[in-house]
């Protein structure tokens, strides 16, 4: 009975131990390298209205226009505007000529945009904040299982996938990626690539939306 209590405990350890290693060794995300950092994104500190300012700032920066968050505290209407802040963002980028791509409420989204060398702004939430805020995705690491994120006074913010995953979730799934009409998205989906089309004429922007509109027929 000794013996074979021994060997039963032996197999239930030997498992233990199995699926132990097999849980330090993630599943890779099929179609995605192992590793993407962004390295020319550039990125600013600040924690002022959830770090939407900073966030935003950086995108635009990334796409070429002069901009620093202090410089859009008058054109998102702060202070006072904080309620209107995610729909005055995405007007913003509009008016700027630019299409606001929102993606899928999956992780593998998220790193498809940034393999592809597009930043993702994203809204997360935490326990550590007393409000949800705004962030950067700048890269992501396969073998650690982490995104890199660029948020308020973190320009190198390290975050677990399944953390990210919950605190994206906990703040509605939002992320966009901000591109010109020549630039489409990885994976893009037409109906949402007009659909941005039409918003950035909405705001002025008709030449830019219809150059966005060419590119996406003429792709092959």
């Not at 996938?161 to 989906?189: C, M, Y």
Request: aromatic residues 6%; positive net charge.
């Amino acid at each position: 009975m000794r013996l074979r209590s021994n060997v039963t405990t032996s197999l239930l350890l030997a498992c233990a131990l199995g699926l132990a290693a097999c849980s330090g060794h993630p599943t890779k995300l099929a179609g995605l390298p192992e590793r993407v950092e962004l390295n020319g994104v550039p990125t600013f500190r600040s924690d002022a209205y959830q770090s939407g300012p900073t966030a935003l700032a950086s995108m635009l920066s990334q796409q070429g226009i002069v901009m620093t968050p202090g410089l859009l505290d008058k054109p998102l209407h702060l202070p006072g505007g904080e309620a209107n802040l995610e729909r005055n963002m995405q007007v913003l980028v509009r008016e700027y000529g630019l299409m606001v791509y929102p993606l899928d409420a999956k992780l593998t989204a998220v790193l498809a945009q940034v393999s592809a060398g597009y930043p993702v702004m994203a809204r997360i939430s935490g326990r550590f904040w007393s409000e949800p805020r705004y962030v950067v995705v700048v890269g992501f690491n396969q073998r650690k299982s982490t995104v890199l994120l660029s948020s308020g006074m973190d320009r190198r913010l390290l975050m677990g996938f399944s953390d990210f995953e919950s605190a994206w979730k906990g703040a509605g799934h939002w992320a966009i990626v901000t591109q010109r009409p020549s630039q489409l998205p990885a994976n893009v989906d037409a109906q949402r690539w007009r659909d941005a089309a039409n918003a950035t004429a909405q705001a002025g922007q008709e030449q830019a939306a219809a150059q966005a509109l060419k590119v996406l027929a003429e792709r092959k």
